[in-house]
């Protein structure tokens, strides 16, 4: 199982897109644990990572006073509620990595897409992003 990166899903902004990248890399790690401790072990980092993520575009929105940061955050939020939930299948042996692997690439391809691509727009012409 693997979530593949392509340059395609760049949104223009590199720190955000390298973190993106690094993402990828974190759920991948995970996807490819081969016992519970190691999967327990990426998701943990894969949270860790998730919430530097967060943070950052949390930061850079309210820098430039996003619009849309309130649904933007919401998203956040849910999505760490939904990795939180996977820590908790680890710990009962519940786990479906093919669920997971289903969910995180949808999830994260389209916050890419939408979500975070309308912010860097955001970023880049504020005037014409409104």
Known sequence: MHIEWKDSYKIGNDEIDAQHQEWFRKINNFLEATDIESMARCEAQMYQYTRVHFKHEETLMRAVNYPEFHEHIQKHHEMLAHIN??????????????????????????????????????????ETSR
């Open 85 to 126: 939930t996977m820590s908790a299948q680890i710990a009962d042996f519940t786990i479906d990595r093919s669920k997971w692997r289903t969910f995180l690439s949808e999830w994260l391809l389209d916050h890419i897409a939408k979500t975070d691509s309308k912010l860097a727009a955001y970023v880049d012409h504020p």
